[in-house]
């Protein structure tokens, strides 16, 4: 009886590169269970990947926006159960044609993989709610993805600009049943890492809801 592996805690620390695909064809084999993180180029997703991780080296990050081109994933020491670090969307200098290829794998990611339980959009607190980002929320909402929002370098604020930041992102989310956290959230002092951690947790342990 395999037990033990059913009853293992799930440790992000344990996390390990896998495998970097260009295209849905190229990426692991659609069972069990993976968190998709996304964001627009220099949000902070390769270094709040890195803290929950507690692997500075397991995201690529760089003061060069857009250096994210692939769909990277990384499995955890469940069965079956990984995190996966999307391309950047934004400043990436390379020709549009090769923009719009990224969009358009990346787009078959997100609707044909079966595995998908949740979708993490990282943002800058600073600067919330881009274009980017509201088509990724808009884009839950449709597919009645469980979304989770970090609004990451909450430490460039005051608390008190950081917290009304944050009711001004909730206020303009209400509409929007996806959305199952709002995360507060630093790789520098680790705020909202545990909260991030939990919901990650839920999402990769639950089982997925049965085909009608």
């Known amino acids: 009886m395999d037990s033990d592996l ?14 970097s695909a260009s295209k849905l064809n190229e990426c692991p084999a659609d069972i069990g269970a993976e968190v998709a993180f996304a964001g627009r180029s220099n949000a902070g997703k390769s270094s709040a990947l890195n ?8 995201a ?31 400043y990436a200098r390379v020709s549009r044609d090769m923009k719009d290829d990224w969009q358009t794998h990346l787009g078959h990611y997100l609707n044909d993989r079966r595995c ?12 919330p709610l881009t274009e980017f980002d509201q088509t990724m929320v808009q884009w839950c909402q ?4 469980p979304l989770m929002i970090l609004a990451t370098k909450s430490d460039k604020l005051k ?5 009304t930041a944050m009711l001004g992102i909730r ?18 002092n680790k705020t ?21």
């Open 60 to 90: 690529r990050t760089s003061k060069t926006p857009g250096r994210t081109r692939l769909i990277n994933f990384f499995s955890l020491n469940r069965e079956n159960a990984r995190l996966v670090d999307l391309p950047g969307y934004g």
């Open 192 to 212: 909202g890492l545990d909260e991030c951690r939990q919901a990650l947790t839920q999402w990769l342990e639950e089982e997925p809801e049965a085909e009608a």
């Open 51 to 58: 803290t929950i991780t507690v692997n500075g080296k397991l």
């Open 159 to 163: 608390f008190g600009q950081a917290k």
């Open 142 to 145: 449709h597919n009645n993805m």
């Open 171 to 188: 206020q303009k989310l209400t509409e929007f049943s996806c959305v199952q956290h709002l995360v507060m959230f630093s790789s520098s």
């Open 116 to 127: 998908l339980r949740g979708l993490v959009l990282v943002m800058d607190i600073r600067h």
């Open 6 to 19: 059913t009853q293992k805690s799930l440790s992000f620390n344990s996390a390990r590169f896998m495998v």
